[in-house]
């Protein structure tokens, strides 16, 4: 079982930036594949970005590659997205999750999810 609670959301301008943070309890964290995932209002919760166990591995939606980064810590149990250009498409509440495949972009390839941290970004 692991337990994900985010941080980091809030209000931006266009162009801004935030980092989200993403605490995972457990002690098995490096075994778990790391995401972000997002959804806006009205629309379908979508992948962000994923990183491997090792965090060797990144894997990024066309849409924020270039302007995020997704990274891990697996001695303190996090993960992070740094957003960089934010734009205001960027709106959404977004997600951190745990997936024990190697390979993970699909909402359902994901075990636990934390409740979400808002984003806005403001034109």
């Known amino acids: 079982q692991v337990q994900l609670v985010e941080s980091g959301g809030g209000l931006v301008q266009a162009g801004g930036s935030l980092r989200l943070s993403c605490a995972a309890s457990?002690?098995?964290?490096?075994?778990?594949?790391m995401g972000w995932f997002r959804q806006a209002p009205g629309k379908e919760r979508e992948f962000v970005a994923a990183?491997?166990?090792?965090?060797?591995?990144?894997y990024y939606a066309d849409s924020v590659k270039g302007r995020f980064t997704i990274s891990r810590d697996n001695a303190k149990n996090t993960v992070s997205l740094q957003m960089n250009s934010l734009k205001p498409e960027d709106t959404a509440v977004y997600y951190c999750?745990?997936?024990?495949?190697?390979?993970?972009?699909?909402?359902?390839?994901?075990?636990?999810w934390g409740q979400g941290t808002q984003v806005t970004v403001s034109s």
């Open positions: 999750a745990a997936s024990l495949a190697t390979y993970a972009v699909r909402e359902d390839n994901y075990l636990y």
């Open positions: 457990g002690r098995t964290f490096s075994s778990y594949t």
């Open positions: 990183i491997k166990r090792s965090g060797g591995n990144t």
